[in-house]
């Protein structure tokens, strides 16, 4: 079979022929139909995310149909579409026992510490694989592993209610993931962004005001929207020091800053203002195993639409992570596998 590998760091991926994956008796092999391009596959080409071994086929944001059953699987069936949730958990350790599941102590991550999507098939344990529903387009159900959980997970661990206003930092696919997920919940949204097309598109989405990231005036302009003191809550999907910084800014007195984007940088938030405006500030990893059954429920039933902004074949992965890598891409990139 085709797989797309990372041979070495900072290089190009190349198109090999390998042996198709053995399952094992609690695993399934399933046929790759498509599979997104995130940014975080950017991060282990440079050398900033964990890998096993090289070579090494990346791609998290896979949706296929099932091929092969091990022995032992029931749950299962030839033929049935799938995604898988991306963290292979121990299933014993206390984070798996109270529902964390991105935060195992002895995790296998699909794409990092085991061959990912960038191929014609991939093999995963059966307890990881979710039937689609009737219809759910695959390349859109790829992107719930990862875009669509990573924001519904943020928005739960942001605790926001009903007439709360929120920022969103980085209006790309989980961004505008998110701001479906705000509008359903009856949260105000302002979404930040450089990129006016992009901007557009938060608009189009739902969101109440739209900001030029490299407003002057923009902490004024989100305080004026949200009546004075700031924001109840701010989702910083970008991850840098200076978008840290910018989040202190527009968050109110006792507010939460989720961070989700992940930067080899330090955050430029002084325990001062931690301290004295009692600010909360939350990691958010992916999501749990109940987070991917109702982001696949959401987009099977159109309440979350990820938007497609660019399709590549298999042999043209390189040229759709450069675009990746230029910020250009209004949505998501996806690669097209089989059909």
Same mark, same amino acid.
């Given at each position: 079979?085709?797989a797309a590998r990372l041979h070495t760091i900072g290089g190009l991926?190349?198109?090999?022929?390998?042996?198709?994956?053995?399952?094992?008796?609690?695993?399934?092999?399933?046929?790759?139909?498509?599979?997104?391009?995130?940014?975080?596959?950017?991060?282990?080409?440079?050398?900033?995310?964990?890998?096993?071994? @090289?070579?090494? %086929?990346?791609?998290?944001?896979? &949706? =296929?149909? *099932?091929?092969?059953?091990?022995?032992?699987?029931?749950? !299962?069936?030839?033929?049935?579409?799938?995604?898988?949730?991306?963290?292979?958990?121990?299933?014993?350790?206390?984070?798996?026992?109270?529902?964390?599941?991105?935060?195992?102590?002895?995790?296998?991550?699909?794409?990092?510490?085991?061959?990912?999507?960038?191929?014609?098939?991939?093999?995963?344990?059966?307890?990881?694989?979710?039937?689609?529903?009737?219809?759910?387009?695959?390349?859109?159900?790829?992107?719930?592993?990862?875009?669509?959980?990573?924001?519904?997970?943020?928005?739960?661990?942001?605790?926001?209610? @009903?007439?709360? %206003?929120?920022?969103?930092?980085? &209006? =790309?696919? *989980?961004?505008?993931?998110?701001?479906?997920?705000?509008? !359903?919940?009856?949260?105000?949204?302002?979404?930040?962004?450089?990129?006016?097309?992009?901007?557009?598109?938060?608009?189009?989405?739902?969101?109440?005001?739209?900001?030029?990231?490299?407003?002057?005036?923009?902490?004024?302009?989100?305080?004026?929207?949200?009546?004075?003191?700031?924001?109840?809550?701010?989702?910083?999907?970008?991850?840098?020091?200076?978008?840290?910084?910018?989040a202190a800014d527009y968050v109110m007195r006792g507010g939460r800053?989720?961070?989700?984007?992940?930067?080899?940088?330090?955050?430029?938030?002084?325990?001062?203002?931690?301290?004295?405006?009692?600010?909360?500030?939350?990691?958010?990893?992916?999501?749990?195993?109940?987070?991917?059954?109702?982001?696949?429920?959401?987009?099977?039933?159109?309440?979350?639409?990820?938007?497609?902004?660019?399709?590549?074949?298999?042999?043209?992965?390189?040229?759709?992570?450069?675009?990746?890598?230029?910020?250009?891409?209004?949505?998501?990139?996806?690669?097209?596998?089989?059909?």
């Amino acid at each position: 079979m085709r797989a797309a590998r990372l041979h070495t760091i900072g290089g190009l991926i190349q198109i090999d022929e390998v042996p198709t994956p053995e399952i094992g008796d609690d695993e399934v092999l399933v046929q790759t139909k498509t599979c997104g391009v995130c940014r975080t596959d950017l991060h282990k080409i440079d050398g900033l995310g964990h890998l096993q071994s @090289l070579p090494h %086929t990346l791609g998290h944001e896979a &949706a =296929g149909v *099932v091929a092969k059953t091990g022995r032992n699987v029931t749950n !299962l069936n030839v033929g049935q579409p799938v995604v898988p949730h991306d963290f292979f958990t121990c299933g014993q350790c206390y984070y798996c026992r109270v529902g964390r599941d991105s935060l195992c102590v002895q995790p296998k991550v699909f794409g990092s510490t085991v061959n990912g999507g960038f191929a014609d098939y991939f093999a995963a344990p059966a307890k990881n694989l979710f039937e689609l529903p009737e219809h759910t387009p695959f390349e859109q159900a790829g992107l719930i592993s990862c875009a669509v959980i990573t924001a519904l997970h943020a928005f739960r661990r942001s605790e926001l209610c @009903l007439n709360d %206003t929120a920022v969103v930092m980085g &209006a =790309g696919n *989980v961004g505008q993931n998110l701001i479906q997920i705000l509008k !359903l919940a009856r949260v105000q949204v302002i979404a930040i962004d450089r990129s006016q097309a992009k901007l557009q598109i938060a608009s189009q989405l739902g969101a109440d005001f739209v900001l030029d990231a490299d407003a002057i005036d923009a902490t004024q302009q989100i305080k004026a929207f949200a009546g004075g003191d700031g924001v109840q809550g701010v989702f910083d999907i970008v991850g840098l020091s200076s978008t840290s910084k910018a989040a202190a800014d527009y968050v109110m007195r006792g507010g939460r800053i989720v961070l989700i984007g992940e930067e080899p940088e330090f955050l430029m938030i002084d325990s001062t203002q931690i301290a004295q405006r009692e600010l909360e500030i939350i990691g958010s990893r992916n999501g749990s195993r109940q987070d991917i059954i109702d982001a696949i429920s959401m987009v099977g039933a159109g309440l979350i639409s990820p938007l497609i902004a660019h399709r590549f074949p298999l042999v043209d992965i390189n040229e759709a992570l450069a675009l990746m890598r230029s910020g250009e891409a209004e949505g998501k990139i996806v690669i097209e596998i089989s059909e």
